[in-house]
């Protein structure tokens, strides 16, 4: 399912599943796959949490117009997230259930 996006959104999340192909002559080749654009982090991480699949979360801000790394989710399902102070890499934590 598609979220809409309002014209007017001040932030959109890009959730995007990574895979990798195989040339002729044995090269691997990191593409994208599936795509979502969501208008919050939760439901761009649940995206590739349903899906299974290692991908990234990336997050586009209308003051800026630029579109910057956000937060990446590994093969194993863990995830980190991008500290946009240090530029390290950093282990998120679970997300809450709500009961």
Known sequence: M???IPRNAKRVFYATESTTRTKPDGEVVRVAGREQRSTTFREARKFLDDLGVPGGVAVWTARSQQTNAYADRR???TWVALDRLTGEWEPLPEPARHL
Do not use: E, F, L
């Open 75 to 77: 093969a194993d399902g």
């Open 2 to 4: 598609s979220t809409r």
